[in-house]
């Protein structure tokens, strides 16, 4: 209804406007920005709704605030060119349709009450009122009872007597088991779990309701909610960092613990979580992906689920061997929405509702082969005695094609547990939530029975029974649980770690770079990842006053205050005001000592203004003093008027790029001399290997030959028509996603380039 009514002021607002409002430019813009704001609302709701069918919620806000490196976004590009189209249609049609009266009188009332509506509209939409709910839920004082129901179990296990294996299985949730609404659907599966500690009331609840969020639940015994404001988690190099979780207690019983996945590791922050509790052996995508026989059998989000969980069962055989303790965790993919993927070694590959194909429910009829495949070769095996499996869905499908079939019914995620000392058969009802999972499975192995929130289902009562409402009671904790990440509120003294690429203070880490805005009260980590403005750009909407310790590579910095160090790709740290002072120093020890100190200078506004510009030139418009093109800093030197078909900086140089231009160009100020000496340090990419790569300065063409390594290469030229531009022509260029920025189209890489210098001769 709310919806409906939002909709109905919307129009009325736009309406009043068009047609009696008249001509008034600040009236105009007003009124524009509110009903647009409405409008790019209410689309994020919808795409929001689309991934999660939940609309805006804590999951959304996590994963934009966060790492998204190596997301599968393939079968989102076309809804999201739709909506992308959608927004500037109707924001066209907005435009057009407000300055109608552009001609006549403006009428002040007229124009008050449109933008009154267009304010009501704002504030009666859903989409606000989520968006505005998420923010208030970080703010509020928390529940003093927190402390009482928040258990820390003993640091290590006694005597550990069994190896895990831990089967996170993507979006499959119990719902897929009921045999009644999807006959066949997971027989091989089905067929384990009956035969084993089936838990069948596994409930979801806020905070637990996405990947990394199931896994945080299931192992810590909490809900994922972090800050969501600059200092948000994708700053942080450490997850929880007072918590402590399975992982943590595993290792310190002398456990191995692994994980590997068929994603990327990055995204969303699953590596920094496992990294900071207990996991020193990581496998994902990037680690995986050179052992596949065909490099090209990857789906949008990684490796299938076949390919994953056959390396799942050759390191289990090698750590049960190896006789070492071990818990190895593992992550399938496969049945990810929207709508799956199934790998080619399945021999069920289809599965049909109302006499069409599902694709969701064949992803699922192909995935829960494999696990059972699995299994079934772990009990077939001389360690399983010694082994506990756990097969537990990462929360409840999302906005996937069975959507529709599953809501139709009482869902759970999925949690049950294979004990090879005592593979007995039991339905156990009980009601529990993810955050038990850990509990039962600690309890299992011999440890305490609670676990953060979570309790253990056979020696414990879980919180989902103490509580009538326990989905409430979680939203009530949030402020507490966001206040154990330990963000801090103040910056005395820092340290930085430039082997770890880390800063250090108030007995938190974030990782570098990293800006700090600083105040008396307050600070603000800001972070530069995927989806984030460069730092010098974030800087340079700071206030005046406003207080920075900016620590990055020196060469982003001292251009600007510290010349000398203009080229220095070593880590700096700057501190100051932008229309007061700033310092710049070089980081010179592996581990290096700062003390904040806050300024109070006074305002000189030319200043800022000049700091501001200079923080805002692009990136190939920056020229520095130097006697070669130095490619791992942005720009190029003051000899060079332009320069083309070379892409972004990064740490060791550039690559030549075929999608910005055929050739590298390079355009210098003045012609170059009649004889010279070509020096030039670089690589070539894929096919452009030990291939012939033309460089040509006006009429004299010379051939420079590259290997996968760099190399320095000498190459003479003669210039008599006083040429001023030297182009390098890979003959090969090849498109990749190789180090590529997420959200970015594919390079066409040729040849990577370190430096090169131009050096006069003789003849």
């Known amino acids: 209804m709310s919806e409906l009514f939002s909709i109905v002021l919307f129009l009325a607002s736009a309406g009043l406007y068009a047609l009696k409002a008249g001509r008034n430019t600040w009236w105009f813009i007003a009124t524009l920005a509110v009903l647009g704001f409405f409008i790019i609302l209410n689309i994020t709701l919808v795409a929001s709704n689309y991934f999660t069918g939940e609309g805006i919620n804590d999951a959304v806000l996590y994963t934009l605030t966060n790492s998204l490196t190596g997301a599968g976004m393939g079968k989102y590009i076309l809804p999201g060119a739709g909506i992308a189209a959608a927004l500037v249609a109707v924001f066209g049609v907005l435009g057009w349709l407000l300055r109608r009266r552009r001609h006549h009188p403006h009428h002040a009332g007229y124009s008050l009450l449109a933008l009154m509506l267009g304010l009501a509209s704002v504030d009666a939409s859903p989409a606000f009122t989520q968006l505005t709910e998420l923010v208030k839920s970080q703010s509020r004082p928390g529940d003093p009872d927190f402390g009482v129901w928040y258990k820390v179990p003993a640091k290590q296990i006694a005597h550990p007597k069994y190896n895990l294996v831990y089967i996170y299985a993507e979006s499959l949730e119990r719902t897929y088991f009921n045999e009644e609404a999807f006959p066949g659907l997971t027989p091989e599966l089905g067929a384990l779990k009956d035969a084993a500690l089936d838990f069948s009331h596994t409930t979801q609840l806020p905070g637990t309701d996405y990947t990394i969020a199931g896994m945080v639940a299931s192992q810590c015994g909490i809900p994922l909610f972090a800050p969501f404001e600059g200092n948000a988690s994708s700053s942080v190099s450490s997850f929880f960092p007072q918590n402590l979780c399975l992982g943590d207690i595993l290792k310190n019983s002398g456990y191995q613990n692994y994980f590997i996945q068929g994603a990327n590791l990055r995204f969303a922050g699953k590596d920094v979580f496992l990294k900071s509790h207990g996991f020193d052996h990581l496998y994902g995508s990037q680690e995986l992906k050179g052992q596949l026989d065909d490099p090209r059998y990857m789906n949008d989000w990684g490796l299938y689920d076949d390919t994953v969980l056959d390396q799942v069962w050759q390191t289990y055989q090698e750590l049960s061997r190896a006789g070492q303790r071990f818990s190895l965790f593992t992550l399938t993919v496969d049945t990810h929405h929207p709508d799956g993927f199934v790998s080619r070694s399945c021999t069920r590959k289809r599965y049909e509702t109302g006499g069409k194909e599902n694709p969701s429910f064949s992803a699922v009829t192909c995935s829960q082969q494999h696990i059972a495949a699995l299994i079934s070769k772990i009990k077939a095996s001389p360690w399983f005695k010694e082994t506990i499996i756990v097969v537990s869905s990462d929360h409840l499908a999302m ?3 069975a959507w529709k079939q599953l809501n139709q019914h009482d869902r759970n995620n999925l949690f049950f547990v294979i004990r090879g000392d005592d593979p007995q058969q039991q339905l156990i009802a009980t009601k529990r939530n993810s955050m038990d999972n850990g509990a039962t499975v600690l309890d299992m192995l011999g440890g305490d029975n609670y676990l953060g929130l979570g309790r253990s289902t056979l020696s414990g009562e879980s919180l989902s029974e103490v509580f009538l409402n326990l989905k409430e009671k979680v939203l009530a904790w949030k402020p507490d649980v966001i206040r154990l990440w330990k963000f801090p509120t103040k910056i005395d003294s820092f340290t930085v770690d430039s082997a770890k690429k880390t800063i250090s203070f108030s007995g938190s880490t974030f990782q570098l770079p990293l800006l700090v805005r600083v105040s008396d009260n307050h600070i603000e980590p800001l972070p530069e990842s995927e989806y984030s403005a460069p730092l010098r750009y974030q800087l340079a909407d700071f206030a005046p006053r406003d207080n920075f310790i900016w620590v990055d590579r020196c060469y982003k910095m001292a251009r600007l205050w510290q010349p000398a160090l203009a080229l220095s790709a070593d880590w700096c740290v700057s501190q100051g005001q932008l ?20 300024r109070n200078d006074r305002v000189d506004m030319a200043r800022y203004q000049q700091n501001v510009a200079a923080l805002k030139v692009g990136d190939n418009d920056i020229r520095y003093q130097a006697d070669r093109f130095i490619f791992n800093v942005p720009g190029a030197p003051e000899a060079v008027k332009r320069f083309s078909g070379i892409s972004r900086t990064e740490e060791w140089g550039r690559w030549s790029n075929a999608q910005l231009g055929e050739s590298v ?21 894929g096919p452009n290997v030990g291939k012939a790569i033309p460089v040509q300065v006006g009429g004299s063409t010379q051939a420079l030959v590259l290997g996968e ?21 890979p003959p090969a260029p090849q498109a990749t996603n190789t180090g590529n920025i997420l959200g970015h189209a594919p390079r066409k890489l040729g040849i990577g380039m370190v430096d090169m210098q131009i050096v006069p001769t003789g003849s």
């Open 665 to 685: 160009t390079i355009e210098y100020q003045a012609p170059l001399p009649p004889a010279f000496d070509l020096v030039i340090t670089a690589k070539a990419f």
């Open 399 to 401: 906005n996937n094609t």
């Open 579 to 598: 229309a007061g002072g700033q310092s710049v120093s070089r980081v010179d020890k592996a581990t290096w000592q700062g003390k904040a100190q806050a």
């Open 709 to 729: 390594g760099l190399s320095t290469t000498t190459l003479h030229f003669t210039n008599p028509g006083g040429s001023n531009t030297l182009t390098i022509t």
